[in-house]
């Protein structure tokens, strides 16, 4: 399974941005789809998860701000910032939990990530 980010660029403060990750490779179930972030010096920090159900959530930082969504048609996942600021700064990451087979072992799988930068 190959995920690749895409979007990534310069935006400035206030301003709005949408990541997508494609995803290639065959998955026999997925359970969950999510963006992280990992900013300069910082721990990689989880953003927002979106469950095979639909059900999302996201973190504080970004609450009302970022939406997650997936188009399964596309085999893709995105992510909406909306009102972003410099703290938004950092390297995306998309990552999908999965399994090949029924019963199989679930996997992760990981982008190589885009840069987001937010100049104030």
């Known amino acids: 399974v190959t995920l690749v980010e895409s979007g990534g660029g310069l935006v400035q403060f206030g301003g709005s941005l949408r990541l997508s990750c494609a995803r290639s490779g065959f998955i026999f179930q997925i359970y969950d789809m999510a963006w992280y972030r990992q900013a300069p010096g910082k721990q990689r920090e989880l953003v927002a998860v979106?469950?095979?159900?639909?059900?999302?959530n996201y973190t504080d930082s970004v609450k009302g701000r970022f939406t997650i969504s997936t188009d399964s048609a596309k085999n893709t996942v995105y992510l909406q910032m909306n009102s972003v600021k410099p703290e938004d700064t950092a390297v995306y990451y998309c990552t999908v939990e999965y399994t090949t087979a029924a019963w199989g072992l679930h996997r992760n799988a990981w982008g190589q990530g885009t840069q987001v930068t937010v100049s104030s």
């Open positions: 979106i469950t095979s159900g639909g059900a999302t």
